[in-house]
């Protein structure tokens, strides 16, 4: 028995408000007192940070100018937290102390002294009081593997009174994040909080029972969000490459140590390398699917050199549900799935069937991305369908997102089923076939879209569809969808015909792409990934009268 749109979004409500709820008879009145004990006399060992670092940033910082989230704060003297910060991803950013990790790369005296006095403020401003961002979940993880990590910069020739603050305030707020585990919003932020309990398990002195119990916990979340073909279950490929990052400095510190090693930590990570292949282009970025942001070269190869696991990408990802054909240099991947569940559907798109293109180095047709740093109505417009590579019908998502503030931004309906083949030709040629119901119950029309590539990569063949389930053959009475192709902003464009646009990558590759049914419509477009922030671009369009054209063809050809 299927639930209505009303039944869903009641029970989705009580659900949100229980587990709210929890959370609060968890902290309780007393949180304060429920989370205060012993203090450790030492640390244990400070984990390696692979995240890179960045020396210009930790000179500004040294300098009283803090770089975060696309801002900069002068605080002329003052420590940041008396300031009223330029946005809250620049907050959950300075709150977080990842920052840390670029004092490494500075003068370690006028480090020392700059990040004990910004800690220091820190204790004395949020330290003693539990609430707010400081105090989010996924935020005290974050700040307590940034404290253990960076612990020899922070308490180089500290004095013994600063020293004792500072492991007090992390035992206090290891405590803390163990009672509120268990209600912590499900997905990556959940999985970061047991690894970072892990990671003091072993990092600050603790009995036996306690690190087995952060072990035994730490598995049961790797087990449950790494998925049997290594990626992560919020479907982003970007999450797996963040949690790669805090997973592999924990697997070292645990053999350093000596210690028995979660029985989950290193299968995990070996399954994790394959999905990181499997949506890395020739050119070195991640594909920027379901929440993605752009990917520095230099953070993908901080992981990619541990990767012992080697072999080609594989042509899909069945638990992800995504799907990569790759001819000689040509990639085209796409996205046969829809999210794994309404919890872990926060950063999910609605852009099932949307596809990226490559070819050798360079990125011709794209997804829009999401904004590292943009406010939050772009980065919700980042997850429309029209921000995607894909069609899309009478100007609506496929998936519909929630706007309330309570629930947050899920996935509250649209596709619930996505049909996938392959097309294997005797020939050497490689392609998907796939279809969703995204747009059945509001319209009452399928879509599925075909995609082929040539035996010599050098040709990639698609046909857009739309058509009534029990009557394929069908006449649509009335409706318009448009195929969006979003073009990399380092493509040029040039119009050959009505029919026909050229794209030029920087290296002087070239693509056409064609279309005989429609024409190819260049327009404005919206770039989101970029590492210097959202950017104008193109895309091309294929606009389909569905009454006169439920069905298109287009080929991409490379121009010798």
């Known amino acids: 028995m299927q639930l209505s749109d009303r039944q869903r979004l009641s029970y989705l409500y009580m659900r949100e408000g229980w587990r709210r709820f929890s959370r609060r008879l968890a902290l309780g009145r007393i949180s304060a007192m429920r989370f205060s004990g012993g203090t450790p006399d030492r640390l244990i060992v400070a984990p390696t940070d692979l995240h890179p670092a960045d020396s210009f940033a930790g000179e500004e910082i040294t300098a009283g100018r803090f770089p975060l989230a696309g801002r900069s704060l002068e605080c002329e003297g003052e420590s940041p937290f008396a300031l009223e910060l330029p946005s809250e991803e620049f907050a959950v950013r300075l709150h977080c102390f990842g920052w840390l990790r670029h004092m490494r790369l500075v003068d370690p005296e006028r480090a020392a002294l700059t990040t004990r006095f ?50 007090k305030s992390l035992a206090f707020q290891v405590r803390y994040l163990r009672h509120v585990a268990d209600t912590t919003r499900d997905g990556e932020p959940r999985l970061r909080v047991r690894i970072a309990l892990a990671m003091a398990s072993i990092a600050m002195p603790s009995s036996p029972s306690k690190m087995r119990k952060a072990a035994r916990h730490l598995d049961e979340e790797l087990d449950r969000q790494i998925l049997p073909d290594g990626g992560h279950c919020s479907r982003n490929p970007r999450a797996a490459l963040d949690l790669l990052l805090d997973l592999l400095p924990l697997r070292q510190t645990y053999v350093n140590l000596g210690h028995d090693m979660p029985a989950q930590l290193i299968p995990c990570i070996d399954r994790i390398y394959p999905a990181l292949r499997f949506f890395r282009h020739q050119g070195g970025e991640l594909a920027l699917f379901n929440g993605a ?69 360079n990125r011709f047709i794209v997804n829009s991305g999401r904004p590292r740093f943009a406010g939050e109505a772009m980065r919700q417009m980042s997850r429309m369908t029209a921000a995607h590579s894909v069609a899309n019908l009478n100007d609506t998502s496929s998936s519909r997102i929630s706007s309330s503030r309570f629930l947050g931004p899920i996935i509250v309906g649209g596709v619930s089923k996505v049909n996938v083949s392959r097309i294997e030709r005797d020939s050497g040629a490689d392609g998907v076939t796939a279809s969703h119901d995204g747009y059945l119950k509001r319209f009452g029309l399928l879509y599925e879209r075909d995609i082929l590539v040539s035996a010599t ?104």
């Open 118 to 167: 910004i800690v220091d403020d820190w204790l004395q401003s949020h330290g003693r009081v539990i609430g707010g961002l400081a105090w989010r979940p996924d935020v005290t993880a974050q700040r307590i593997i940034a404290w253990l990590s960076h612990s020899p910069v922070v308490l180089k020739d500290a004095d013994y009174p600063f020293y004792r603050r500072f492991l």
């Open 293 to 361: 942001t752009y990917t520095l070269a230099n953070e993908l190869m901080s992981a990619l050199r541990y990767d012992e696991t080697g072999g080609a990408p594989f042509k899909a990802l069945p638990s992800l549900n995504y799907d990569r054909v790759a001819v000689k240099d040509t990639v085209v991947l796409m996205d046969t799935g829809m999210p794994k569940s309404v919890d872990l559907s926060s950063t999910a798109a609605a852009g099932t069937l949307s596809i990226e293109i490559s070819s050798g180095k």
């Open 457 to 560: 990569g050098g040709e990639i063949r698609g046909r857009e569809r739309f058509f009534k389930p029990a009557t394929p053959n069908a006449p649509i009475e009335k409706g318009v969808a448009v195929v969006r192709f979003h073009i990399h902003p380092t493509i040029q464009l040039y119009r050959a015909s009505a029919s026909e646009t050229r794209l030029v990558a920087p290296d002087g590759e070239a693509w056409a792409l064609t279309c005989l049914d429609v024409p190819v419509e260049e327009e404005e477009d919206v770039f989101f990934a970029d590492p210097s922030g959202v950017r104008p671009s193109r895309q091309l369009t294929l606009t389909m009268p569905l009454a006169e054209m439920p069905e298109v063809q287009w080929s991409l050809a490379r121009q010798r």
